[in-house]
Each structure stands twice: as C-alpha cells, then as structure tokens.
Nanobody, 117 residues
Framework: QVQLVESGGGLVQPGGSLRLSCAAS????????MGWYRQTPGKQRELVAE???????NYADSVQGRFTVSRDNAKNTAYLQMYSLKPEDTAVYYC???????????WGQGTQVTVSS
C-alpha cells in the first residue's frame, strides 16, 4: 500500500519559516520524482517545487529563492523548506510522487499552511 504522509504545516507569521516533510512508503522512493504542489479554494493545484530522482530541482517563479526542495532517499522522505513566507503562500500543500519508469503517480493528503499575522 502506497502512502505519502505530509507533515509540518501550520500557522506562521509573515516572514517566518516552515519545513514540510513528505514520508513515503510502499514505493521505491529513489526512482520517483517528488513534487510539492499547493491549492487554494477555487484555484487549480499548482506546482511549487520538484526534485527529480536525479536530484534536479525546479521551482515556481513565485517561490524561487525563498523555498528549497530536498530529499533523503535513506529516509524515503522529501522536504520543502520555506523561508520568508508571505500571506499569498497560504494554501494546502500536497506531496506528489511520480515515476515515468513505473508509470505511477501518487498524492498525499495535504497539509495546511497559513501565513497570517
């Protein structure tokens, strides 16, 4: 059974930091590209950052320079370190695991991030 479990969300003041974690089980983690997406009510889910199985990273323009995506294959975990958070970063953040090799795509249940004073 595949599980992606996000943690680390919460309420933070503008300018603050949070680190999200995505713990994966049931997959060969090092063969999956890991992505972080976010969604707000009435809007489409958007890519925030991703790290491929080969550790190539990609960021949305809106978070470039403020967010850092990483992975620890030994722990089957992906991370999203978020700095200088803004109210517009408020959203539900989802972890995604995608493998072209296995032709599989999985989603976590999401974690709420709220940036507010």
């Amino acid at each position: 059974q595949v599980q992606l479990v996000e943690s680390g969300g919460g309420l933070v003041q503008p300018g603050g930091s949070l680190r999200l974690s995505c713990a994966a089980s049931g997959i060969t983690f090092n063969r999956y590209d890991m992505g972080w997406y976010r969604q707000t009510p009435g809007k489409q889910r958007e890519l925030v950052a991703e790290i491929t199985s080969g550790r190539i990273t990609n960021y949305a323009d809106s978070v470039q320079g403020r967010f850092t995506v990483s992975r620890d294959n030994a722990k089957n975990t992906a991370y999203l370190q978020m700095y200088s958070l803004k109210p517009e970063d408020t959203a539900v953040y989802y972890c995604n695991a995608n493998s072209a090799y296995y032709r599989n795509n999985y989603w976590g249940q999401g974690t709420q991030v709220t940036v507010s004073s």
